[in-house]
Nanobody, 122 residues
Framework: QVQLVESGGGLVQAGGSLRLACAAS????????MGWFRQAPGKEREFVGG????????YYADSVRGRFTISRDNAANTVYLQMNSLKPEDTAVYYC???????????????WGQGTQVTVSL
């Protein structure tokens, strides 16, 4: 069992930056690939990016590639999402997730955080 708690969301102007963090409980954090998803009102939950267990490989949605960066600290049981050059269309609830085999479909991810709101204003 893994419990995930996100933090760092908030309101930011377009062009600004935010850093989300996701703290995981348990001793098995390093055995899970970690990912970030987001869900805007009226839309399906979408993959933002993911990072493999050791942090060697990262994957991003086309809409955020070059602006967002995922990293992890296995010693601290934490994964981060650095978001730069934010746009109003990035507004959504952002969720942290954990799985064994990394994939872009939300149904493949086993554990989820409660989400944190990110709002980007003009």
């Amino acid at each position: 069992q893994v419990q995930l708690v996100e933090s760092g969301g908030g309101l930011v102007q377009a062009g600004g930056s935010l850093r989300l963090a996701c703290a995981a409980s348990g001793r098995t954090f390093s055995t899970y690939a970690m990912g970030w998803f987001r869900q805007a009102p009226g839309k399906e939950r979408e993959f933002v990016g993911g990072i493999t267990q050791g942090g060697t490989n990262t994957y991003y949605a086309d809409s955020v590639r070059g602006r967002f960066t995922i990293s992890r600290d296995n010693a601290a049981n934490t994964v981060y999402l650095q978001m730069n050059s934010l746009k109003p269309e990035d507004t959504a609830v952002y969720y942290c997730a954990a799985t064994v085999g990394l994939g872009t479909m939300a149904s493949l991810w086993r554990y989820w955080g409660q989400g944190t709101q990110v709002t980007v204003s003009l």
